[in-house]
């Protein structure tokens, strides 16, 4: 089987693929291949789909490919080229902004193991 075959696959059934345009009743309509919103919302639906080896029959995509699902962050944020963890907040009632930056510097001054640092912005 060729690998441009499973990849011209997963890229028609899970994004699109242009295929022409087409006129009727004066108007151009373009064609546009993909799998429908409910075979594409769920990576088990790969067992649905299927591409020709190259004697031209269609075999399963379970056949020649697996998946599986790896959690990861979904946005890995930057400071001054660092990885950062973001935290937002306010002062609690009865207590100036400056007054909870302190706060924060004293906590962070005696919790924070070597090598890690923080910054104030926005």
């Known amino acids: 089987m060729n690998i441009a075959d499973v990849y011209n696959t997963l890229q028609t059934y899970l994004g699109s693929k242009y295929i022409n345009d087409f006129t009727i009743y004066g108007r151009n309509f373009r064609v546009v291949a993909q799998a429908d919103t409910a075979f594409r919302a769920d990576i088990k639906n790969l067992e649905q789909y299927y591409v020709r080896n190259q004697a031209g029959t269609l075999l399963p995509l379970s056949t020649v490919i697996t998946s599986s699902t790896i959690e990861s962050a979904p946005l890995i944020t930057h400071y001054n080229l660092f ?24 906590v962070a001054d005696k919790v924070l193991p070597a090598g890690y640092g923080y910054e104030f912005s926005g």
């Not at 990885?83 to 004293?106: C, F, H, M, V």
């Open 83 to 106: 990885r950062t963890a973001e935290i937002n907040g306010n002062p609690k009632d009865g207590y100036s902004s400056g007054q909870a930056l302190q706060a924060l510097r004293e």
